[in-house]
C-alpha cells in the first residue's frame, strides 16, 4: 500500500441506497461520485471498481478504502453480518475487489472509517479520544482510542445505537429501549408525528422548536434525555469527554444537547456537563470518504 501522502487516494462509502466514492489528495477530496447501491453482489462490486476507474482516469490505484455498514471480521477481509447489504454478507469482499482492482483494499466499518475521517482532518484532529455518533435512519457509532479506531476482538465496538436508554419502544434490532428508536433521525420524525399529530421532517420539527413549538421541543427533550443516558454509560465506562455527531440529525445538536448534557451531568458523577463537549462533525456526507481513504 502507498505511503506517499501526496499519491492520490480512493475512499468508498457504500450505503444501502447510494455508493459515494472519493479521490483524496493530500486534505483535499478533488473528485466524487455517487450512485445508486445495486443489491447484488457481483454488480454491486463491478459498479464500485468502474467508479474507482473514473476517479482514477489513467492514473495508478494504489490503495483502496471502504466503509461498509456493518460488522466487520476480525481479519478485515469480509462483512459478518450486513442487515442493509445481506447480498455481502460473508463474501470475500477485499480478494474480489483486489481482483477487479489489482491494488490494496482495506475494508473497515462505515461508523468508524468516517470517525477516522474526522479525527484525521475534521472536528477530530488533534483529540486523541473520542466518540464520533451517526443521527441517521439508525444510530450508529464510532470509537476513536490513541487516535485510531477501536473494534473490539469481534469488530463490534461502538454500536451506541443499541444501548438501552429505558423506554419501552421497540427497535428494528428487535429489542426493546434501544437509543436507536428513539433519537435516530427517523424515531425523532415518528415521535413528532405521534405528538403533533402531522409528518413533519426532522429540518422542519427543528425549525418549530427553534420558533417555540411546546410539541416539538418535548420531542427534543425526549430524545436529547435518552442521547444523554446512552453518552453518560459511554464517558463512565471510558472516560471519553468529546462526542462529535454526523448523519440527517447532527444539524439538531443544538436543541438535543442541553438535554443530553443535564442527564451526563447528573450520572456522571465527578464530572459536570462543562467537562464535555458535544460538537458537530465538520466533514458532512464526505466524512466516510475520507476515512476510508486514510486507512492504513
Known amino acids: 500500500m502507498s505511503t506517499d501522502s501526496s499519491a492520490p487516494r480512493f475512499g468508498v462509502d457504500l450505503g444501502g441506497t447510494a455508493i459515494k466514492l472519493g479521490r483524496v489528495e493530500g486534505e483535499q477530496l478533488v473528485s466524487r461520485l455517487e450512485i445508486t447501491t445495486p443489491h447484488h453482489a457481483e ?3 463491478d459498479a464500485i471498481a468502474a467508479g474507482v476507474r473514473t476517479l482514477a482516469d489513467g492514473s495508478p490505484i494504489h490503495q483502496l478504502g471502504i466503509g461498509v455498514p456493518g460488522v466487520i471480521s476480525t481479519a478485515r477481509l469480509q462483512v459478518s453480518n450486513a442487515p442493509n447489504l445481506e447480498f455481502l454478507e460473508k463474501l470475500p469482499l477485499v480478494a474480489m475487489l483486489r481482483d477487479r482492482l489489482d491494488c490494496p483494499v482495506l475494508l473497515e466499518n462505515d461508523a468508524n472509517a468516517a470517525a477516522f475521517g474526522e479525527a484525521q482532518i475534521g472536528a477530530g484532529r488533534g483529540v486523541l479520544n473520542f466518540m464520533f455518533i451517526t443521527l441517521g435512519t439508525g444510530v450508529g457509532g464510532g470509537v476513536i482510542l490513541n487516535g485510531t479506531p477501536f473494534h473490539g476482538p469481534g469488530g463490534m465496538a461502538g454500536e451506541i445505537g443499541h444501548m438501552y436508554t429505558g423506554h419501552q419502544r421497540q427497535c428494528g434490532c428487535g429489542t426493546i429501549g434501544c437509543l436507536e428508536a428513539i433519537a435516530s ?10 405528538q403533533l399529530g402531522r409528518t413533519l421532517s426532522l429540518k422542519e420539527l427543528a425549525a418549530a422548536a427553534r420558533e417555540g413549538d411546546r410539541d416539538a421541543l418535548s420531542v427534543f427533550r425526549t430524545s436529547g434525555l435518552a442521547l444523554g443516558i446512552a453518552l453518560s454509560q459511554v464517558a463512565l465506562l471510558l472516560d471519553l469527554r468529546v462526542f462529535l455527531f454526523g448523519g440527517g440529525g447532527a444539524p439538531a445538536l443544538d436543541l438535543l444537547a442541553p438535554h443530553a448534557l443535564k ?3 447528573k450520572r456522571c458523577f465527578g464530572r459536570c456537563a462543562s467537562d464535555f463537549q458535544l460538537t458537530v462533525a465538520t466533514l458532512g456526507n464526505d466524512a466516510g470518504i475520507h476515512g476510508a481513504a486514510r486507512l492504513i
Open 263 to 265: 442527564e451526563m451531568a
Open 185 to 194: 433521525a427517523r424515531a425523532m420524525e415518528t415521535l413528532a408525528a405521534q
Open 43 to 45: 454488480q454491486c462490486l
